[in-house]
Structure formats: C-alpha cells, structure tokens
C-alpha cells in the first residue's frame, strides 16, 4: 500500500470537532510576491459538508462594517495553517442558513434607530 505525502496533518484535521453554531479562527496563509502571512478569519460556522472525505468543506460567516462576509474553507486545504475553537454553541439545525436574513433584519432594525435619532436631534437643534 502507498503512503501519500501531504503538507497537511489529515488525521489532525479529522478530530476536528467543527459543526454549525461554532465560532472559530482560521488562519489561512497568504502569499504576496515571494513572502508568505498569516490571516485569521473568524466567524460563525453556518455549515460543514462532505463529513471528513477528501472534499470535505465548512462554511465560515463575519460581518464586517455591517456587510457579512462568508468563505468556504476545504478542510484539507494546505492553505489552512490553524483552525481554533473560540466559542461552542448548541444548535437544533445542521446547515445555519436563516443567519443570513436574521442577520439582515437586525441591522435594518438598528438603522431604524439611527435614522430616528437623527431626527430627534436635527428637530431639537431648531
């Protein structure tokens, strides 16, 4: 039997314990020109498909400056440096996609409110 050679510890990244309602930090290598960084995306888990095979894949959600960002990581990926466990949360569902709307229905709420105190203040300096 072959042994295949790979820059990723697969056995490592089998125990990974990721499911949806996790918050984790991926650090993901980036490389510019001839040098190579870390960057730490971190989010909520909103899905995890493919179980543990070879194309295994998680889906990774953050909202940045109001604007949600989701990436979908491969779990193999030599790419991926490190993927930390920050919060673990108890969820009824296995793929979390109604985050998205309930994500946009709060901040449509919370721009209510801006406009609102706005208002109060442009009337109260009259």
């Not at 042994?3 to 984790?24: A, F, Y």
């Not at 194309?55 to 959600?61: H, I, S």
């Not at 985050?99 to 709060?106: G, H, L, P, S």
Request: hydrophobic share 35%; no cysteine; net charge positive.
């Amino acid at each position: 039997m072959e042994t295949k050679i790979s820059p990723v510890n697969m056995e490592e990244r089998k125990k990974l314990e990721l499911r949806s309602g996790d918050t984790i930090r991926v650090w993901q290598k980036i490389k510019e020109g001839d040098k190579t960084r870390l960057q730490a995306f971190e989010g909520l888990v909103l899905a995890r498909k493919h179980g543990s095979e070879a194309g295994a894949t998680f889906t990774v959600r953050k909202v940045v400056d109001g604007v949600g960002v989701e990436k979908i990581f491969p779990l193999f990926s030599p790419n991926i440096d490190n993927v930390e466990m920050i919060r673990r949360a108890k969820v009824r569902r296995s793929k979390l996609y109604y985050i998205r709307e309930k994500a946009t229905k709060e901040i449509k709420r919370h721009m209510r409110k801006i406009m609102t105190t706005k208002e109060v203040k442009a009337e109260e300096a009259k």
